[in-house]
């Protein structure tokens, strides 16, 4: 009776998910993405790069490495959190034989927050799969590409790699994010502000606050050893996010950057935050900017590094 | 470690074909590994609780031996007493510490004097509110002579901490479970395909209405400020539909692996969406809980106020559902929840239907006209009254009851969604809803046994299956897991 109901589950439902289950997650790993090409990029890369830029979507929508004159990439990805910063530095740590800045937008919420407790955690399985982060590898969840979305999702995603050729790469050759352009921009982002800073304001945790200061010390320190200046940059935002924004969480978190840079001679606290250089035109969204803000935002960051002299002080 | 969960597949296939084929020689050697299992699929959640559920399990059992011992009455009532603190008393810190502490700041903010007491950051446990009432009725029942303890300490942990049923019900009874413990499972071919039916039913309740419902209830609820009243009516309707879906999905699985492992655990749906009064809703919806509710609480409650008429039997049944409200969460909007649903009460009483038999819906294929407007209008009561359960506060309940009553309800709805989600949505809950009327006679809306042609069963298998792969919604955690 066992013996049957066995065979009957395993050769009728088993094992045909099974198969299907391993030809999508095949054919999803073949459709180029981020995460694989800036991964592949810095493998290839990293022994000659001189500006490496990490972090969140700030980070990824707001530094288009195109307009630095030293040789630069864009790492980040979008809520990518400080411990995800930290692996990708650490992994090409050996390489970079001529990293000279480490450029980490933060925010009010980055020492707060993880992407693991936060909406987009589903991105946690692209760092197993595409950068061989060890950090969730032994959960299914989180090594399976196909894994999140149900099957017309995942059918769609095929067909339009497969069928038409979209494929799932959002950068350009320097890691800047191409999606939050001004062609893209909805007619009511102001209103972008309040939803944003709504999202940004975190329940104060001790715990996470400590994981990613501890992260950060660990960042900083690294590039201490290798002569690299670690940058932390606020990036700017539109006055209907900075009016709704937390500011108790605001002044704590910029107190902490200070404080940091203060501490260590390799740290540079930027606060861009209300930038008064950035306009209308350069915003995508209340706290993220499009292609022209990135453009302002990078030229500036450009001159400010020639200024800072590329080594310790 | 959630059942619709690729963790818990892997962790229940390898479970299940041990239990079965290695450790099935002797029923203790079973029961001590299904404990292992319980404890396993409880330490996923949170190690750090498995102290106190065997903790808990180590009193009650000895509580049980003592109780049924002692010939001293005053003694038993003693020993009854402190099982009810030591259960009581967890649930009351672990879920109502911080409610209570604030309830009490703001009584006397209201005399302007402002305390300074702290809440604490406190972590509920997984499923405390169900093994707790598990234990209670346990201790009740040996008391009451109704049943006798086990000596057997891993068939009374196991009961404990049975672990399909351990994360949100039902509530079974030890009259019930434990001797199913007690004797050697066998495996049985046609129940095992049963109960994997039973499972494949609730992963569709919960995969794809329930979530799919989540996806528009959200969008509702976080806009209910600016859009019209017909939008916020559908909103309740998601969430009605949501919330029954969910559990019930949830309830059909823990049941379907319990049967799988050989156990037949209490039925905890019996489709109340179809209920004609709020009565026999509540006798249909979360039966174990309501029928834990009205042995434990109401029968006492209304023996005490047996004198006092139909307003002794109407107090009983409000303390009864505030109660129940309570259960469900430490929030204010809980027990308007619970008050509101013993006020739909008050009219059965008055007029003396409220024991009335029911009259069996027919198997006809249509309800009359009748049938249809009494099942209509006790879902309305109920969905009206769910927004309590999807808001945080109650000021923000009333703002959505507020933003109902208006014109635009005669307005077309309006939700900020793409519409392939509202459509497929609609159409899966109108499937749902056609194929548990069909059904309603039977065990579980898949029950499909009567279909003799195996290749249209497996026909029924695969479509079902393939409408969860493709139309999944995205994953949301089962709501009364976090009761």
Redesign the interface.
């Known amino acids: 009776?066992?013996s049957?109901?066995?065979k009957?589950?395993v050769y009728?439902?088993i094992i045909p998910?099974l198969i299907?289950c391993i030809v999508l997650e095949y054919s999803i790993r073949r459709i180029p993405n981020d995460y694989y090409y800036k991964n592949k990029w810095l493998s290839e890369n990293s022994g000659n790069l001189q500006i490496l830029s990490l972090g969140a979507s700030n980070g990824y929508f707001g530094i288009n490495p195109e307009f630095f004159t030293k040789k630069a990439f864009n790492a980040a990805h979008i809520s990518q959190s400080m411990n995800y910063d930290l692996f990708i530095f650490n992994k090409f740590l050996p390489s970079f034989d001529s990293l000279q800045y480490l450029i980490l937008p933060v925010t009010e919420s980055t020492l707060i927050s993880s992407l693991e407790t936060s909406d987009e955690f589903w991105r946690i399985k692209n760092y197993t799969i595409y950068y061989g982060c060890e950090y969730h590898r032994f959960?299914?969840?989180y090594n399976?590409a196909f894994?999140?979305d149900?099957?017309?999702s995942v059918?769609s995603r095929i067909s339009g790699y497969y069928l038409h050729g979209n494929s799932e790469l959002y950068c350009n050759k320097f890691g800047f994010g191409l999606n939050y352009s001004f062609s893209k921009k909805s007619k009511d982002w102001e209103r972008s502000g309040i939803l944003a800073a709504r999202r940004h304001k975190k329940e104060s945790s001790g715990k996470l606050f400590n994981e990613n200061l501890s992260y950060l010390n660990q960042l900083i320190e690294e590039c201490h050893k290798k002569d690299i200046v670690v940058v932390l940059l606020i990036t700017p935002a539109w006055h209907s996010y900075l009016d709704n924004i937390d500011i108790k969480q605001l002044e704590s978190t910029l107190l902490t950057y200070k404080h940091m840079a203060e501490e260590n001679n390799n740290v540079r606290f930027i606060d861009m935050h209300n930038d008064k250089r950035f306009r209308e035109k350069d915003f995508f969204d209340a706290d993220h900017l499009d292609e022209f803000g990135a453009k302002k935002l990078t030229l500036i960051l450009n001159d400010t590094l020639k200024t800072l002299g590329n080594t310790n002080p | 470690m959630v059942f619709n969960?690729?963790?818990f597949a892997?962790f229940f296939v390898v479970f299940f074909?041990l239990y079965?084929?290695i450790f099935n020689r002797n029923n203790k050697i079973q029961n001590l590994f299904f404990l292992l299992g319980s404890y396993v699929f409880y330490c996923w959640w949170d190690w750090r609780f498995l102290a106190l559920i065997i903790g808990s399990s180590l009193v009650n059992y000895l509580l049980g031996i003592y109780i049924d011992k002692s010939e001293n009455e005053k003694r038993r009532k003693f020993l009854v007493l402190l099982g009810l603190i030591q259960g009581l008393g967890g649930l009351l810190f672990f879920k109502y510490f911080n409610f209570f502490i604030d309830t009490f700041i703001s009584a006397f903010s209201l005399i302007n004097i402002n305390l300074s007491i702290h809440t604490l950051n406190i972590i509920l446990p997984l499923g405390i509110s169900f093994y707790t009432f598990r234990a209670i009725s346990y201790l009740l029942d040996i008391d009451s002579g109704k049943i006798k303890p086990t000596t057997d300490w891993v068939i009374f942990f196991s009961y404990i901490a049975f672990f399909p049923c351990l994360t949100a019900g039902p509530i079974d009874r030890a009259k019930s479970l434990i001797p199913q413990l007690e004797k050697k499972r066998v495996?049985?071919?046609s129940h095992?395909?049963d109960a994997?039916r039973q499972i494949l039913w609730g992963l569709f309740k919960k995969v794809v209405i329930a979530d799919n419902c989540a996806t528009c209830t959200n969008a509702i609820f976080e806009n209910y400020k600016t859009l019209p009243a017909s939008s916020l009516l559908f909103g309740a309707f998601y969430f009605a539909i949501q919330i029954y879906s969910d559990f019930s999905g949830y309830s059909d699985m823990a049941i379907g692996f319990s049967r799988l492992l050989g156990f037949n655990v209490t039925k905890n749906f019996n489709f109340p969406i179809f209920a004609q009064n709020i009565s026999e809703f509540w006798q249909k919806w979360h039966i174990s809980l309501t029928s834990w509710m009205t042995d434990y609480v109401f029968t006492p409650l209304s023996f005490i106020f047996r004198t006092s008429g139909k307003s002794g039997l109407i107090l009983s049944i409000l303390i009864n559902f505030i109660l129940i409200g309570l259960w469900h969460g430490s929030n204010w909007t809980f027990i308007l929840f619970g008050f509101l649903q013993g006020c739909y009460f008050i009219p059965l009483v008055l007029n003396g239907t409220l024991n009335r038999k029911r009259v069996k819906e027919g198997t006809h294929l249509l309800p009359s006209f009748n049938e249809f407007l009494r099942m209509a209008g006790t879902f309305t009561l109920v969905m009206l009254t769910v927004v309590l359960f999807r808001s945080e506060t109650i000021g923000q309940a009333f703002s959505y009851y507020q933003a109902i009553i208006s014109t635009s309800l005669l307005s077309a709805p309006k939700i900020p969604l793409d519409k392939a989600v509202k459509i497929v949505t609609i159409i899966f809950i109108i499937i749902m809803i056609i194929v548990e009327w069909l059904q309603r006679d039977k065990e579980h809306g898949l029950d499909i046994e009567n279909i003799k042609n195996s290749f249209l069963r497996?026909s029924i298998?695969y479509t079902i299956?393939?409408v969860i792969?493709?139309?999944?919604?995205q994953?949301v955690t089962f709501i009364y897991a976090q009761f």
């Not at chain 2, 792969?469 to 919604?473: E, P, T, W, Y």
């Open positions: 009776m066992l049957r109901f066995i009957k589950v009728l439902f998910v299907l959960e299914p969840q399976l894994y999140g149900n099957l017309f059918l | 969960s690729l963790k892997a074909l079965w084929l495996f049985d071919y095992a395909t994997m497996l298998y299956i393939a792969l493709i139309f999944a919604g994953k």
